[in-house]
Nanobody, 125 residues
Framework: VQLQASGGGLVQTGGSLRLSCAASGRTFSNYGMGWFRQAPGKEREFVAAVSRSGDTVYANSVKGRFTISRDNAKNAVYLQMNGLKPEDTAVYYC????????????????????WGQGTLVTVSS
Protein backbone atom coordinates (compact mmCIF):
# COMPACT_ATOMS: atom_id res chain seq x y z
CA VAL A 1 0.00 0.00 0.00
CA GLN A 2 1.24 3.50 -0.87
CA LEU A 3 0.68 6.35 1.57
CA GLN A 4 0.59 10.10 0.96
CA ALA A 5 0.45 12.42 3.97
CA SER A 6 -0.64 16.04 3.77
CA GLY A 7 -1.97 18.89 5.87
CA GLY A 8 1.11 20.06 7.72
CA GLY A 9 2.01 23.70 8.11
CA LEU A 10 2.87 26.54 10.44
CA VAL A 11 0.48 27.26 13.31
CA GLN A 12 0.60 29.25 16.52
CA THR A 13 0.49 27.71 19.97
CA GLY A 14 -3.04 26.65 20.77
CA GLY A 15 -3.99 26.31 17.13
CA SER A 16 -5.28 23.32 15.19
CA LEU A 17 -4.32 21.31 12.15
CA ARG A 18 -5.80 18.28 10.47
CA LEU A 19 -3.43 15.84 8.83
CA SER A 20 -4.64 13.49 6.14
CA CYS A 21 -3.13 10.30 4.79
CA ALA A 22 -4.39 8.87 1.53
CA ALA A 23 -3.78 5.18 0.86
CA SER A 24 -3.73 3.35 -2.44
CA GLY A 25 -2.79 0.01 -3.88
CA ARG A 26 -4.29 -2.52 -1.49
CA THR A 27 -7.46 -3.09 0.49
CA PHE A 28 -7.22 -0.28 3.01
CA SER A 29 -9.65 -1.85 5.46
CA ASN A 30 -7.23 -4.74 6.05
CA TYR A 31 -4.62 -2.42 7.56
CA GLY A 32 -4.10 -0.96 10.96
CA MET A 33 -3.00 2.66 10.66
CA GLY A 34 -0.76 4.87 12.74
CA TRP A 35 0.72 8.33 13.01
CA PHE A 36 4.30 8.86 14.18
CA ARG A 37 6.46 11.95 14.42
CA GLN A 38 10.11 12.82 14.44
CA ALA A 39 11.50 16.07 15.77
CA PRO A 40 14.99 17.30 14.81
CA GLY A 41 17.65 15.30 16.63
CA LYS A 42 15.14 12.90 18.14
CA GLU A 43 13.97 9.40 17.40
CA ARG A 44 10.69 8.69 15.69
CA GLU A 45 7.93 8.38 18.27
CA PHE A 46 4.42 7.03 18.35
CA VAL A 47 1.54 9.52 18.26
CA ALA A 48 -1.70 7.61 17.63
CA ALA A 49 -3.01 4.46 16.00
CA VAL A 50 -6.33 3.02 14.92
CA SER A 51 -7.22 -0.62 14.40
CA ARG A 52 -9.32 -2.10 11.63
CA SER A 53 -12.28 -1.99 14.00
CA GLY A 54 -11.77 1.67 14.84
CA ASP A 55 -10.21 1.16 18.27
CA THR A 56 -7.66 3.87 19.04
CA VAL A 57 -4.56 4.36 21.16
CA TYR A 58 -2.72 7.60 21.87
CA ALA A 59 0.61 8.65 23.25
CA ASN A 60 0.23 10.26 26.67
CA SER A 61 1.68 13.49 25.34
CA VAL A 62 -1.20 13.99 22.89
CA LYS A 63 -4.09 12.32 24.69
CA GLY A 64 -7.07 14.65 24.91
CA ARG A 65 -5.68 16.97 22.20
CA PHE A 66 -5.32 14.74 19.14
CA THR A 67 -7.89 12.48 17.50
CA ILE A 68 -7.16 9.78 14.95
CA SER A 69 -9.89 8.53 12.66
CA ARG A 70 -10.22 6.47 9.51
CA ASP A 71 -12.60 6.47 6.58
CA ASN A 72 -12.43 3.15 4.77
CA ALA A 73 -14.71 4.40 2.00
CA LYS A 74 -12.16 7.09 1.18
CA ASN A 75 -9.06 4.99 1.93
CA ALA A 76 -7.88 7.65 4.34
CA VAL A 77 -6.77 8.19 7.90
CA TYR A 78 -6.79 11.54 9.66
CA LEU A 79 -5.15 13.16 12.64
CA GLN A 80 -7.02 16.11 14.11
CA MET A 81 -4.61 18.09 16.26
CA ASN A 82 -5.97 20.69 18.66
CA GLY A 83 -4.26 22.69 21.36
CA LEU A 84 -0.94 22.48 19.57
CA LYS A 85 2.24 23.17 21.52
CA PRO A 86 5.78 24.03 20.35
CA GLU A 87 6.87 20.55 21.44
CA ASP A 88 4.51 19.09 18.83
CA THR A 89 6.80 20.48 16.12
CA ALA A 90 7.98 17.55 14.01
CA VAL A 91 7.67 15.74 10.73
CA TYR A 92 4.55 13.59 10.97
CA TYR A 93 4.39 10.23 9.21
CA CYS A 94 1.46 7.97 8.57
CA UNK A 95 2.06 4.24 8.47
CA UNK A 96 0.17 1.05 7.69
CA UNK A 97 0.45 -2.50 9.00
CA UNK A 98 -1.22 -5.58 7.56
CA UNK A 99 -3.52 -6.65 10.36
CA UNK A 100 -5.32 -10.00 10.33
CA UNK A 101 -6.62 -9.17 13.82
CA UNK A 102 -9.69 -6.96 13.76
CA UNK A 103 -9.13 -5.04 17.00
CA UNK A 104 -5.36 -5.00 17.53
CA UNK A 105 -3.75 -1.57 17.64
CA UNK A 106 -0.02 -1.26 17.09
CA UNK A 107 2.05 1.51 18.68
CA UNK A 108 5.55 0.30 17.76
CA UNK A 109 7.19 1.70 14.61
CA UNK A 110 8.86 -1.63 13.81
CA UNK A 111 5.44 -3.26 13.40
CA UNK A 112 4.56 -1.01 10.48
CA UNK A 113 5.45 -2.11 6.97
CA UNK A 114 4.46 0.90 4.90
CA TRP A 115 5.28 4.56 5.47
CA GLY A 116 4.28 7.83 3.89
CA GLN A 117 6.74 10.59 3.06
CA GLY A 118 5.97 12.82 6.04
CA THR A 119 4.46 16.25 6.46
CA LEU A 120 6.04 19.02 8.53
CA VAL A 121 4.15 20.57 11.42
CA THR A 122 5.67 23.68 12.99
CA VAL A 123 4.13 25.24 16.09
CA SER A 124 5.36 28.72 16.93
CA SER A 125 5.40 30.04 20.49
Amino acid sequence: VQLQASGGGLVQTGGSLRLSCAASGRTFSNYGMGWFRQAPGKEREFVAAVSRSGDTVYANSVKGRFTISRDNAKNAVYLQMNGLKPEDTAVYYCAAVWSPEWQVVYNTPSKYEHWGQGTLVTVSS
